[in-house]
């Protein structure tokens, strides 16, 4: 579960990935958001959630940062309106785990 107290800190980093050219696909996810007429601070936010998430994945799992499930969050947003950033439970358990692949 994310502490809320850490939010600012992800949302700071999300600034950082917005203007960064290592990850373009963060500035895409925010026009995307915005498009569909979310604020830009909420998107931000839904952005840093996801963030979040793959932050918890590390420290759980001990592997090192996964873009390709970070980037596969980011094309899962928006959250859903049950899930608002509000509620404790959508943030553990945002994003949600990826189906294993098939091949």
Do not use: H, W
């Amino acid at each position: 579960m994310m502490n809320d107290d850490l939010l600012p800190d992800l949302i700071a980093a999300v600034e950082q990935q917005l203007v960064s050219p290592q990850t373009p696909y963060v500035a895409k996810t925010l026009a995307r958001l915005t498009k569909l007429g979310i604020a830009e601070t909420e998107a931000k936010t839904q952005i840093a959630l996801c963030l979040g998430g793959e932050m918890d994945a590390i420290l759980r799992t001990r592997k090192p940062f996964d873009e390709k499930s970070y980037r596969a969050g980011l094309d899962a947003l928006p959250l859903p309106d049950d899930e608002e950033t509000d509620a404790p439970a959508a943030r553990s358990e945002f994003p949600p785990p990826l189906a294993p692949e098939t091949r």
